[in-house]
């Protein structure tokens, strides 16, 4: 079981459907219009030349943030609901966060790197970033597609 079946089958599913964007509004949107608009914004990042480095990664940046409250999101979630869940149930959704985290610090150092290369690795600094994304998902989609199956 993984950590969004653990949410879900406490009937957390809500908790996690509150993107950082809604934190201004009283708006929900759910999560996969928030992967939706992180996707778009990480495409739109590796489409920029080197002319456009700024806008690339004060983007990335802001998707970043955005992450991190995601991920923030699930953690309160699971610590919230510790007591009701099941020994196995705790320790996979501290394996499935753990993921997460390890994915997301993996961006950052790539991110690092994309803001302090040189401009004429803009292009390999690029795609390493993109790849690092790429990993992320990935891991994103596994926490998120238990979910759905139940």
Excluded at 59 to 67: K, T
């Amino acid at each position: 079981m993984t950590f969004l079946d653990t949410l879900r089958a406490v009937g957390l599913a809500a908790i996690l459907a509150v993107p950082a964007a809604a934190q201004d509004t009283d708006e929900l949107t759910t999560a996969d219009e928030v992967r939706s608009e992180i996707s778009e914004a990480m495409d739109a990042i590796a489409s920029y030349t080197e002319q456009e480095r700024d806008q690339a990664l004060a983007e990335a940046r802001e998707v970043l943030m955005r992450l991190d409250a995601e991920i923030e999101r699930r953690e309160q979630a699971l610590r919230e609901n510790w007591s009701e869940m099941s020994i196995a149930a705790r320790e996979t959704a501290e394996a499935r966060l753990r993921d997460l985290r390890q994915a997301r610090n993996r961006l950052g150092e790539r991110y690092g790197a994309l803001e302090s290369g040189a401009s004429n690795a803009w292009d390999e600094l690029k795609a390493g970033f993109s790849d690092a994304w790429n990993d992320f998902s990935e891991e994103w989609s596994a926490a998120d597609t238990d979910m759905s199956e139940n």
